[in-house]
């Protein structure tokens, strides 16, 4: 089955320590990328990555980090957490972002940094 | 920067039709998209229009005006399924953009 994996779904924390949030997608996509998602404020693009070791900003990536070694994997780093980066994370992959290539996410990461 | 604009809220019966508007202002773009998400869940995707007119998928349609920098996303019959939050997005170089959602209740 095509699917993005994002884990964990739940996860708390405290003001920084450093923690990891994995995604994987089965679908051999090129373009993967992070979201969070907060309430009145939509979906906005953390970092994306085009191919291997190709990675580069959206619109909200400070204080994150991510990784692109293999094809499948994109890891979410938070080295430092802080309270204001509590919301809800989703990990998405695609074909491109050119015209008509969808969006797949993952389940979502429910992320509290007290 | 890119900005896309959308209702917060709309509320239809079962049955109905209801239609979602989505004003966007952008540098430049491929395409609308249109993406649902029910409460806990993820985004899944539900059209794209990258020319000027309606694109039907069942009882989902979505319209672009490249010239209004408009479009909208269409429902028919609707179900009670359909309660959930619906967004506009666009794909701009190598990023996307989504609106902060519309939050449709259907009621019976």
């Known amino acids: 089955e095509a699917q993005v994996t994002q884990n964990p779904r739940y996860l708390i924390t405290v003001t920084g320590k450093k923690l990891t949030v994995t995604c994987s997608q089965n679908?051999?996509?090129?373009?993967m990328s992070w979201y969070r998602q907060d309430p009145g404020l939509g979906l906005r693009q953390i970092y994306y990555?085009?191919?291997?070791?190709?990675?580069d900003k959206g619109d909200v990536p400070e204080g994150y980090k991510v990784s692109r070694k293999e094809k499948r994997n994109f890891p979410l780093i938070l080295e430092s957490p802080s309270p204001n980066q509590t919301s809800l994370y989703f990990c998405?992959?695609?074909?491109?972002?050119?015209?008509?290539?969808?969006?797949?996410f993952g389940s979502g990461t429910q992320l509290s940094v007290l | 920067g890119q900005s896309l604009e959308q209702p917060s809220e709309v509320t239809a019966v079962e049955g109905a039709i209801v239609q979602i508007n989505c004003t966007y202002q952008?540098?430049?773009?491929?395409?609308l998209s249109w993406y649902q998400q029910h409460d806990g869940g993820a985004p899944t995707f539900l059209s794209y229009n990258a020319l000027d007119g309606l694109e039907e998928t069942g009882r989902f349609s979505s319209f672009l005006s490249r010239s209004d920098s408009y479009g909208y996303l269409l429902l028919q019959e609707l179900q009670m399924k359909d309660s959930a939050s619906y967004f506009c997005?666009?794909?701009?170089?190598?990023?996307?953009?989504f609106g902060s959602g519309t939050k449709l209740n259907v009621k019976p």
């Open positions: 952008t540098s430049g773009f491929y395409g």
């Open positions: 997005a666009v794909g701009n170089f190598n990023k996307f953009y």
């Open positions: 679908m051999n996509h090129e373009y």
């Open positions: 998405a992959s695609s074909t491109s972002v050119r015209a008509g290539e969808k969006l797949f």
């Open positions: 990555s085009m191919n291997v070791e190709v990675t």
